[in-house]
């Protein structure tokens, strides 16, 4: 059985500062039209007003998507997988050899879907933070709130953004991990691997049995899919070399 390759967590952090880096470009955005919103509780103010100045911090928000980030992040964890792979397979890292073809066919397809649903992800943020900042400001024009209120639930989405792009960063250096390793296994004949958790507190029950089990990579565990696969999973797959 090999040894596990767990995803970076050198990327991860550096991936989770820049989308929260990204989210707080947003949140500075969002702070210098605030005033306006918290305009909407007047009623001397216009729904015109309102829609324009929605609509174009609508704008404001979406010009601060960065997909470079996601190229990043997937090109990082590729050579951080390939690296680990090289070193529990023996082969010296950068060496032109059969065997590291082999591994890494049909890699440039996978990094492609990842950087693509990265960068689906990415735009969802400012999506998201406009949709739910319309919602508020909209309900305060016939909801009757004070304009503390409505601060404060401007405020509270922009901490929920935050913490999704953290969130988002989490999950998706493990997912990006967790199916390079898949592909580079299965390319060098792997067929079957061993479940390895966190081993910790945060490892959930549908996880925590799994570990230390086989399990076939034709065959993904139908209620988590393999190591990497589910919502912020960190297990890994620990290969089995066939005989």
Known sequence: MLLPVPHSTSNEVQYTKDLEGMAQAMQEEVARVEPALLNVVLPSVG???ITETLVTLGRM????????IATDMVRRENLHNERLMNQVMGIGFGNFSLRT???NEGIDRELAARVAENVSLIKSIPEMY??????????????????????????KIGSVTLSRARIIARDQVAKANGALTQIRQQNLG???YVWQTSQDERVRPTHRVKHGKTFRWDSPPPDTGHPG??????????AIIPR
């Open 229 to 238: 696969h589910d919502y912020m999973c960190r297990c890994v797959a620990n």
């Open 130 to 155: 406009h949709t739910k900042l319309n919602t508020v400001v909209y309900e305060a024009v016939s909801g009757g709130v004070t304009r503390d209120k409505l601060a404060e639930e401007i405020q």
């Open 101 to 103: 073809l082999v591994m």
């Open 190 to 192: 792997v067929t079957e």
């Open 47 to 49: 729904l015109a007003a």
């Open 61 to 68: 928000l979406l010009a601060k998507i960065r997909p470079s």
